[in-house]
């Protein structure tokens, strides 16, 4: 197909609202109609003066649409995409792509079968700092990877979790937060093999964890660590130094990406590059330069990206497959800190299949 590409909206929620803006300002998508069963969702619809649906089914099959955009809890982005792959439409799955690996694989295998490219949410890879950050590493500019640091930590206001999944199995800020972070690391520095976590609901009280820690292990040797908290007053949280979150205040100073290579080392957002100057050693003092970066709306320019896989003009940035084994790490995380113990993370085959070591 050439033109156009027009989009359905399925889910009006916090981050489902944020796409149908964004949906205005990129270029070669039309926002055509919106399915959520709620009030508030009905009043978005007409508010953008888009059709509203109550059933997603009922938008797929009876609104003209190319593409869908599944913002539906994580249980739901399963059976939502299949359906839309069924349909010959593109889904843009929010992260992470399903609530379960089994799930995830329902969507790799619906894809396979009709043919249909699957895009998956996690729109940082677009973001100016990440690209910039990407270029460098694979240029070769760290070196050999060793160590990475990560943190995402942040408070969450109480009306938030007056949406019940958010605090229950499948939510809580690993599978809702710390994954874009894991997704990030992953492009930037490979893939994760094994893990080791520990979590805590001491703050919020919650069957998931409001606070995890977690030692990471990459196919190259590298060791990371990761930290992740909805409970904190802390500004250490991509999302909000960066400046390239959806519903954020002006950003505060600071990094939260912190990757150390044996040539030199790399901190983001602020893409500062620390690098020895002389002999490469601790005896030498360091200079510091910052990467240049190409500024645009990591949302903006996922929307147009969708536009072009639709189209079949371009390959997606993270598949489905790709954002399995995203969220593979992150439910080792989650199973590693249930159990305390060291958990190999689940690796995905070429035919979709995968093996659990753990």
Request: glycine residues 8%.
């Amino acid at each position: 197909m050439t033109g156009i590409v027009r989009i359905g909206l399925l889910g009006a929620g916090l981050i489902g609202k944020e796409h149908a803006n964004y949906c205005m300002s990129a270029e070669g998508v039309e926002l055509t109609a919106i399915a959520d069963p709620s009030p508030a969702g009905q009043e978005v619809a007409r508010e953008l003066d888009v059709p509203h649906f109550v059933s997603y089914i009922d938008l797929m099959d009876e609104a003209p649409v190319d593409a869908v955009i599944v913002a539906l809890p994580n249980i739901m982005h399963a059976d939502a995409a299949v359906a839309a792959l069924e349909r010959g439409l593109t889904p843009l799955v929010e992260k992470p792509i399903a609530d379960s690996l089994e799930a995830a694989e329902r969507i790799i295998a619906a894809s396979d079968k009709h043919n249909v490219p699957v895009l998956v949410g996690h729109q940082r890879r677009y973001a100016p700092d990440i690209v910039a950050a990407k270029r460098f590493i694979e240029d070769g500019g760290l070196g050999h990877v060793v160590s990475v640091g990560l943190l995402s930590t942040w408070r969450k206001d109480e009306k938030y979790f007056d949406v019940t999944w958010r605090s229950r199995k499948g939510g809580g800020p690993v599978l809702i937060n710390l994954i874009h972070d894991l997704d990030v690391i992953r492009y930037l520095a490979g893939d994760i093999d094994s893990v080791m976590a520990l979590g805590s609901s001491k703050v919020r009280g919650f069957p998931v964890p409001d606070t995890a820690g977690a030692v990471l292990e990459f196919a190259s040797g590298a060791i990371g660590t990761a930290m992740a908290t909805d409970a904190a007053a802390s500004p250490w949280c991509w999302d909000l130094t960066s400046g390239y979150g959806a519903y954020f205040p002006s950003p505060p100073p600071g990094d939260v990406y912190f990757i150390s290579g044996t040539e030199a080392s790399i901190a983001l957002p602020s893409l500062t590059v620390y690098r020895h100057r002389g002999a490469n050693n601790w005896k030498s003092p360091f200079e510091t330069s910052v990467l240049k970066r190409t500024e645009t709306n990591p949302y903006v320019a996922q929307l147009e990206h969708l536009a072009a896989v639709t189209r079949r003009q371009a390959e997606p940035l993270i598949s489905a497959r790709d954002a399995f084994n995203t969220l593979a790490v992150a439910m080792a995380i989650d199973e590693s800190m249930a159990s305390r113990k060291y958990l190999q993370v689940p690796q995905l085959h070429d035919k979709g299949e995968y093996t659990d070591d753990c």
